[in-house]
């Protein structure tokens, strides 16, 4: 599953690839826990086991997105 945190005051995103039997409702619950309190860490671990921690107070929006998502690349015909 693709997850994309938004950051103030940053003009990157965090971009990450969890793994894809993440459960997408147990992580919505997750994201929405940890923005509710501005002392909480959003800890995510990706795909090669790298965790990356964001504080609440500084998550400008969060981005599920699909593990079903086709990637392209070039040209489709």
Known sequence: MDVRIGVTNSPREIELQLADD???????????????????V??????????VGVASKRIAYVE???????????FSG
């Open 64 to 74: 599920l997105g699909s593990s079903e998502q086709a990637r392209t690349m070039g």
């Open 22 to 40: 993440t459960d997408r409702a147990a992580l919505r619950s997750q994201v929405e826990d940890v923005m509710a309190d501005d002392s909480k």
């Open 42 to 51: 959003l800890w995510l671990t990706d795909k090669k086991g790298r965790e």
